[in-house]
């Protein structure tokens, strides 16, 4: 009961400081991108207990509750957030994304299993970090490709 309160608690608040200090430009430019991303962790979630890549105490339920908790909450708040201080810097951009993920992979997934939230199966943080390092890299292509070139208005004339 403790852990799902401090889910839904911590997207409220990532949410909320998105909303308030987000500029309202960035958050419209960088949503699809964080959408599509979303997307696709929603897709392989839907997939594990085809490849049991994850186990999440009390079955499909609360796997998916506590995927939607993740996607919605931090990974998708924090990547607002990172397009926003990065993008059109790509090694910045990458760089930031190489050690967030490792930081996820190695240090927090053990951590969050060590409190039961998930335990991994067919997955090893390698994988985690190598997936989720591929994703950051599948989305800067994504938003270049999804954003249209902003023309100067002296080439308008």
Not at 32 to 52: D, G, K, M, R
Not at 58 to 77: E, N, V
Request: hydrophobic share 55%.
């Amino acid at each position: 009961m403790l852990v799902n309160f401090f889910r839904i608690f911590n997207a409220i608040v990532l949410w909320t400081i998105v909303i308030v200090f987000l500029p309202k430009r960035s958050l419209k430019r960088f949503l699809p991108v964080t959408l599509f991303c979303s997307v696709i962790l929603l897709i392989q979630t839907l997939l594990n207990p085809l490849f049991n890549w994850w186990q999440v105490k009390g079955g499909y339920k609360y796997m998916i509750f506590d995927a939607l908790a993740f996607i919605l909450g931090p990974f998708f708040t924090i990547n607002m957030w990172v397009f926003h201080f990065t993008y059109n810097r790509f090694p910045l951009y990458a760089l930031v994304n190489l050690v967030s993920d490792f930081i996820f992979a190695y240090l927090l997934n053990p951590f969050f299993q060590k409190l039961g939230h998930y335990k991994l199966k067919n997955y090893t943080s390698t994988i985690i970090f190598i997936i989720f390092y591929s994703m950051a890299l599948l989305n800067y292509a994504f938003q270049k490709l999804f954003e249209k070139p902003i023309v100067p208005e002296k080439q308008l004339n």
